[in-house]
């Protein structure tokens, strides 16, 4: 595509990413990587030079983030499935800084268009690692967390992960270092349980293991390191059903969590692989599943192959569930979505991530599918965008540089050719993405990526 130092959006409604309703029609100009400038169209004068995008008719969004990937592997490394997917900011939370500084390098010298790659380098654990996951990770000694910290800012890392073996007290030194290097702490926890994450400082809890606090007695997991990531993901199933997600002990973790202002980042998306995988309702899986995708033929051989995969590798481990085991799963997953809907009405700030490309995760599609479940738990179509823009960059401490759409910031936006406050899964109409100031159609990037 052809850099335009001047582009003008022209008649579009904007969802400008802050939550205030849309505005419309407006005129955004971008210069450069910039926007430079947002008003009605009827009083915004395109600059003499411009090249002009008829938005009459569509919907103008910023870039979207998310805020859980791992682009850890180059066999599974896509960075245009990110913007084909109008995803232009990812945050990658837990890879090999090689690994992570080579990839940002590749998208930023333009060798490979793709989204801003912020990330944390690997995750930090202090305990035994899980073999499968030893590539992802670096475990250290816990009197050794503060040059810990200091070595990864050093290194120029956007913040911190901590990982399932991290300890409170461990974790809570780990966030007065990296806070005071400026930098944000995400943890997926266990040994840190539920709301000594919010006391020890964490800024947003991964997945919803924080929910494990209220694991009934008997069914605490010692060991996780012991176990397959199926397995690990498997216990909070055994249990998870039984919970009452309107019960004291909830709301005291919904108050501790909104007290410290702890955002979640629930990738739901991961959680409902297991329903999906026995055939239940869990969002439009038209792009990620492969029985049913429109995505398919457009994807590489490659990728396609694996995600092909990983669906008949999930069909297989539920195939010969029991219906007693189906009940307790879909009792599970109800309460998944009741426990971020009730956060989320108790103040709690909600992060829209997917951890791509575990489990049968597509790059950038499987957000669309994010921000769906998001909205079944209980967000409005327009908290879900937030939790997708300006939510992300809050939390990054990039409020002045992505998530919304205002003079100075990045020029990220979706042009939609349907409007995703009516139905979030208006996420998928994109007529146009632009990143950075440049422009692209995700077909042409699609086709890019199979001819590579
Ligand atoms: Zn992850």
């Not at 073999?131 to 670096?138: K, M, Q, S, V, Y």
């Not at 809907?341 to 994010?370: K, Q, W, Y």
Request: proline content about 7%; overall charge neutral; hydrophobic content about 45%.
């Amino acid at each position: 595509m052809p850099e335009n130092p001047k582009l003008a959006v022209v008649g579009a409604t904007l969802i400008d990413g802050t939550g205030r309703p849309p505005l419309t029609p407006v005129t955004v100009i971008i210069e450069a990587d910039r926007v430079a400038g947002v008003g009605p169209a009827a009083t915004t004068p395109v600059p003499a030079g411009s090249t002009v995008i008829d938005g009459r008719g569509r919907f103008l969004t910023p870039g979207l983030v998310d805020m859980h990937v791992h682009v850890h592997t180059p066999e599974k490394w896509h960075p245009e499935l990110f913007l084909a997917a109008g995803v232009t900011t990812v945050l990658d939370l837990g890879g090999q800084l090689d690994d992570v500084v080579a990839y940002r390098a590749a998208v930023e010298s333009g060798a490979r268009p793709g989204p801003r790659i912020l990330f944390t380098g690997p995750m930090l654990e202090e305990g035994e690692l899980y073999p499968g996951f030893a590539g992802f990770c670096r475990r250290f000694a816990a009197a050794r967390t503060e040059a810990e910290i200091d070595a990864l800012a050093d290194a120029g890392v956007d913040g911190i992960k901590l990982y399932v073996t991290v300890r409170a007290d461990t974790a809570r030194r780990a966030c007065a270092r990296a806070h005071a290097r400026g930098l944000p702490v995400f943890m997926h926890q266990h040994a840190t349980r539920g709301a000594e994450a919010a006391l020890a400082g964490v800024d947003s809890v991964e997945h919803v293991n924080v929910f494990g606090q209220l694991a009934p007695a008997g069914f605490w997991l010692a060991e996780p390191a012991k176990l397959n990531p199926f397995e690990y993901g498997g216990w909070l199933w055994r249990w998870l059903g039984d919970l009452d997600p309107r019960s004291d002990a909830v709301h005291r973790l919904y108050d501790g969590l909104v007290a410290a202002g702890t955002a979640l980042d629930p990738t739901l998306v991961l959680y409902a692989a297991r329903p999906a995988a026995i055939g239940d309702d869990v969002g439009d899986t038209s792009m990620d599943d492969p029985e049913r995708t429109k995505l398919l033929p457009r994807l590489p051989a490659a990728i396609g192959k694996e995600l092909v995969g990983r669906w008949a590798e999930r069909r297989a481990a539920a195939r010969g569930a029991s219906e007693a085991a189906k009940h307790r799963m879909r009792r599970a997953w109800d309460n998944i979505l009741a426990l971020v809907g009730g956060f989320h009405r108790a103040g709690g700030m909600v992060l829209a991530g997917t951890d791509c490309p575990n489990v049968a995760i597509v790059s950038g599609f499987s957000l669309h599918r994010e921000l769906e479940l998001l909205v079944r738990a209980g967000l409005s179509p327009s908290e879900a965008i937030v939790a997708a823009t300006r939510r992300p960059a809050e939390r990054l401490g990039k409020r002045q540089v992505f998530g919304t759409i205002a003079p100075g910031r990045a020029a990220d936006l979706l042009l939609l050719d349907a409007d995703p406050c009516a139905d979030i899964r208006n996420v998928r109409r994109i007529d146009r993405v632009i990143a950075r100031g440049v422009v692209y159609e995700p077909d042409a990037l699609l086709a890019g990526l199979r001819a590579s």
